[in-house]
T-cell receptor, first 115, second 112 residues
């Protein structure tokens, strides 16, 4: 079965640079979530989109922005990168299940290292 | 504030034994909980979920128990195998947008 695709898988940037992370949800899933996971920490919700509109916002820095496109893929744009932005960034997608609920399926993540 | 947390950061068990991973949550209004397994370098993988109108749900080798009185969740893994070694997170599905609030993970180490 098709899974969530994230690219790139690894990214190395220097401080003050910008980065763009991409997420391709499971086909027919209409909702995308972004999470940030620091070393040894639990994933923290950043932002979500439903039907191309922002649906919720968590602890996302103002330096970050995101959007969902007409084909439902999403991009997370990160500017003025800081050392503390080094983390795993996960995208998850969900769609309605006949049995109810909105199970989120996670991608493999993008490991961002800021030097 | 909102939080979902685990009591034990590390759990070491022998292969074949049963494992129990615990989790406490703080929001009594929460009505949907999920357990995720995360292997090194991979994204969280759905294991099992439970709604607040249930106190127990069983899957293949896994059982989730929910005690709403004390706001406690547990994940039981029967006949633990080396492939079960991973970090386990409980998560609370919060609000109309279904964002996940994760608790602190527990590292399950299965000894052969």
């Amino acid at each position: 079965a098709a899974g969530v695709i994230q690219s790139p898988r690894h990214l190395i940037k220097e401080k003050r640079e910008t980065a763009t992370l991409k997420c391709y949800p499971i086909p027919r899933h209409d909702t995308v979530y972004w999470y940030q996971q620091g070393p040894g920490q639990d994933p923290q919700f950043l932002i979500s989109f439903y039907e191309k509109m922002q649906s919720d916002k968590g602890s996302i820095p103002d330096r970050f922005s995101a959007q969902q496109f007409s084909d439902y893929h999403s991009e997370l744009n990160m500017s003025s990168l800081e050392l503390g932005d080094s983390a795993l960034y996960f995208c998850a997608s969900s769609g309605y299940r006949r049995q109810g609920g909105y199970e989120q399926y996670f991608g493999p993540g993008t490991r961002l290292t800021v030097t | 504030g909102e939080s979902v947390g685990l009591h034990l950061p590390t759990l070491s068990v022998q292969e074949g034994d049963n494992s129990i991973i615990n989790c406490a949550y703080s929001n009594s209004a929460s009505d949907y909980f999920i357990w995720y397994k995360q292997e090194s370098g991979k994204g969280p993988q759905f294991i099992i979920d439970i709604r607040s109108n249930m106190d127990k749900r069983q899957g293949q080798r896994v059982t989730v128990l929910l005690n709403k009185t004390v706001k406690h969740l547990s994940l039981q893994i029967a006949a633990t195998q080396p492939g079960d070694s991973a970090v386990y997170f409980c998560a609370e599905n919060r609000g109309a947008t279904n964002k996940l609030i994760f608790g602190t993970g527990t590292l399950l180490a299965v000894q052969p």
